[in-house]
């Protein structure tokens, strides 16, 4: 696998490097949309990819990540190239035994290089050592991208929000609710 033989760790972030969790977002590409069914207690979907034309890319308000004030009910992965980070996984300890991962990002010059997948696998080595059912997280339907990432590392759909962004100036778009089992 071509990210086992990168220069890219990735290891959990300490005190010591708290502010890595400020690595900025980028762009990503609206591309497609994942069309997601639920039929006799059974989601099923389909990818539909748009032309490029009609591709546009979004990019994620900053957050404004406190690793002091979230070290009690988070854990935070990173990924380095040297000592520089170039992606993030933040893990949420929630009340229902599935690690929630509730950000998870990697900088444009390493995007298809394996750095979710790694982060991802790190927590969820983690979430098997601290007893979690397993890892949950949300993804908008038209993150295309992203969608089906988490679908090809063994995530299943476990639910759909039609009615999140009513009224908003991202209406039209839906919530996709992912779990992984461990």
């Known amino acids: 696998m071509e990210a086992e033989r990168s220069p890219i760790t990735v290891r959990r972030i300490g005190p010591d490097r708290a502010g890595d969790l400020r690595l900025p977002n980028e762009p990503f590409p609206l591309r497609g949309r994942l069309h997601v069914n639920y039929e006799d207690d059974a989601f099923s979907w389909a990818a539909e990819t748009w032309p490029e034309d009609r591709v546009t890319y979004q990019t994620f308000p900053e957050e404004d990540y406190d690793y002091e004030a979230m070290k009690h009910d988070h854990f935070f992965v990173g990924a380095y190239l040297g000592e520089r980070c170039v992606g993030l996984a933040i ?44 890892v949950s997280t949300i993804c908008q339907d038209n993150n295309l991208n992203a969608a089906l990432f988490y679908l090809d590392v063994g995530f299943d759909i476990g639910g759909l929000d039609t009615r999140v962004y009513d009224g908003t100036k991202q209406e039209g778009k839906r919530d996709l609710f992912l779990y992984r089992t461990l």
Do not use: H, Q, T
């Open 91 to 134: 893990f949420e300890k929630p009340w229902n035994r599935w690690l929630y991962l509730s950000d998870l990002k990697a900088c444009r010059e390493v995007r298809r290089m394996g750095v979710a997948r790694r982060l991802l696998e790190e927590g969820m080595a983690i979430a098997r050592e601290e007893g979690y059912r397993g």
